[in-house]
């Protein structure tokens, strides 16, 4: 039997999220917004981990909720939102964020992966959620772009650089574990979103996996990507010990270089045989113009105490640079990452020199 957030039937889990659905429901009803405060993430499609403990069973994943309003930047709405993230993270154990929009930056859900997954399965807390149901006709996963599987693997790829930062550190067990799930399950949902395949629903994606064509490098994403299923619905916190995760963690990396390539050269439509040449590349991102850039250049180094590199690109483009730098994959090894991002203090040959540094400019443009 499954319940209504996760797979299984766990009825005091599901209990405690409706007391806080209405508790944040009262709360949006007294404000008066007139807006829509919607569930997503693996909550809201009905896939949410479930965390055996020595406490009895608990939540793992974040709650993300996506609130619409016509004034998502309004300084009253967003304080409000700040204070429910941090009652309701206290009051269930994990982080509940909100991120708010206008309705109409939802687009063609089609094309983006994250409003894909939130118009095929969400819950509505309160307000009128049903222009969600009405995204819902014509939604079509086959049409996700290119960027959004550069996108993925960019954000479990920094996530993998945090990991490898953070080995064999105390009371870092879990977070490296996790995050080596996270990472097996996105090479998979990467290479599905690259060839049209890729679904909302996680149990799909996998058996669409299971059957699909995979060059000889890359046959072992099978594998990790049903490990990484196997935590998203029941996750754990320790029984892998620090040498295990070491060397699971170079074979993380080599993959998703080897893949990380591919989406690139995909997405860019021009080959690229080595990260060499896709450093050398002169611009990685389009969306914005060299004027805006080179403005976000002015104002990084006038305001926050340093400039990315090269300032003619968006500067999200510098993290993606730096990154393979940081994982060991470019031939310039970690110092590399010099060359995009201000130099830290410390040993710049090593991983956990930059941490500090890539943390904080991954906040700005993540």
Known sequence: MSGRYFEGNHPELEARLERH????????????WRGALVLGGGYGRGEGGVMQGAQGLGFSNDLDYFLFDEAPDASRLQSWCRHIEQTESAELGIDVEIKCLRAGSLGDPSRSMMFTDLVAGHVVVAG?????????????????EAAEATRLLWNRGSGLFFSKCRMGRTG??????????KLKLSLGDAWLCLH?????????????????ELPEALTGLRQWHAEG?????????????????EAQSE????????????????????PLADFAQYLALPRLLHHTS????????????LQRGGGLRPPGDYPRAALMRALPCLLGLSSGGVAQAGSFLPRPLGDTSQPQAWETMYTKWW???A
């Not at 060299?290 to 180094?301: E, F, P, Q, S, Y």
């Open 128 to 144: 009128d959620g049903g222009f969600l149901e009405r995204l819902r006709v014509g939604l079509d996963a086959s049409r996700i």
């Open 21 to 32: 659905f209405a508790r944040v429901r009262c709360a949006f009803e007294d404000q008066g």
């Open 229 to 245: 299923v196997a935590f998203k619905f029941q996750p754990f916190a320790d029984g892998q010990t620090w040498p295990q995760l």
């Open 290 to 301: 060299l004027a805006t850039n080179l403005g976000l250049a002015l104002r990084d180094r």
């Open 251 to 270: 074979q993380l990396v080599a993959a998703w270089g080897a893949l990380y390539l591919i989406v690139e050269q995909h997405r860019l439509q021009q």
């Open 172 to 181: 870092e067990l879990a977070f490296v574990i996790r995050n080596h799930a």
């Open 196 to 212: 049209g395949q890729y679904s909302p629903k996680c149990r799909e994606r996998a058996a669409r996996l299971a059957a699909a």
């Open 363 to 365: 906040a700005f443009y």
